[in-house]
Structures are given as C-alpha cells and as structure tokens.
Nanobody, 115 residues
Framework: QVHLVESGGGLVQAGGSLRLSCVASGIIFSRSTMGWYRQAPGKGREWVAS???????SYLDSVKGRFTISRDNAKNTVFLQMNSLKLEDTAVYYCNAYTWPTEYWGRGTQVTVSS
C-alpha cells in the first residue's frame, strides 16, 4: 500500500520561510518523479514543482527563485524549501509521486501566509 505523508506546513508571516517534507512508502521512490502541488481556497489544484528520478527540476513561474525542491532517496523523502513567502502562496500543499503508469497523492499540509 502506498502512503505519502506531508509535514512542515503552518502559519508564517509574509517574507518568511517554511520547509515541507513528504515521506513515501510502498513505491520505488528512487525511480519516481516527485512533485508538489497546491490548492488555494476556491481554486483548482495547481502544479508547483517537480523533480525527476534523474534529478531534473521544474518550477511554476511564480515560485522560481523562491522555492526549491530536493529529494533524499535514502530516506524516501522529498522536500520543498519555500522562501520569501507571499500571501498568494497560501494553500494546501500536496505531495505527488509518479511511477509510470500510476500517480499517488498525499493528504496535504496547510500553508498559511499572513501579512
């Protein structure tokens, strides 16, 4: 059974930082593309960042230069370092694992940025 468990969310002031973590089990983590998505209140879920098994990273334009995705294959963990947080970053952040042909989701962790 696959489990993705996010942690690290919380309340932070604008300009602050948070580091999200997602621990995966039940998948071959080292062969999976890992990603982060988010869903703001009243909006659809949007892709934020991803990292392939080979280490290639991609980012949503609005988070480039502020967010960094990384992974520790030995610990089956993917991270999202979020710096210079803005009010519009407020959302539930979801971990995603893609191992062809299936993708898996975590339950999400709330990030709230206050002014």
């Amino acid at each position: 059974q696959v489990h993705l468990v996010e942690s690290g969310g919380g309340l932070v002031q604008a300009g602050g930082s948070l580091r999200l973590s997602c621990v995966a089990s039940g998948i071959i983590f080292s062969r999976s593309t890992m990603g982060w998505y988010r869903q703001a209140p009243g909006k659809g879920r949007e892709w934020v960042a991803s990292m392939t098994a080979g280490g290639t990273t991609s980012y949503l334009d609005s988070v480039k230069g502020r967010f960094t995705i990384s992974r520790d294959n030995a610990k089956n963990t993917v991270f999202l370092q979020m710096n210079s947080l803005k009010l519009e970053d407020t959302a539930v952040y979801y971990c995603n694992a893609y191992t062809w042909p299936t993708e898996y989701w975590g339950r999400g962790t709330q990030v709230t940025v206050s002014s």
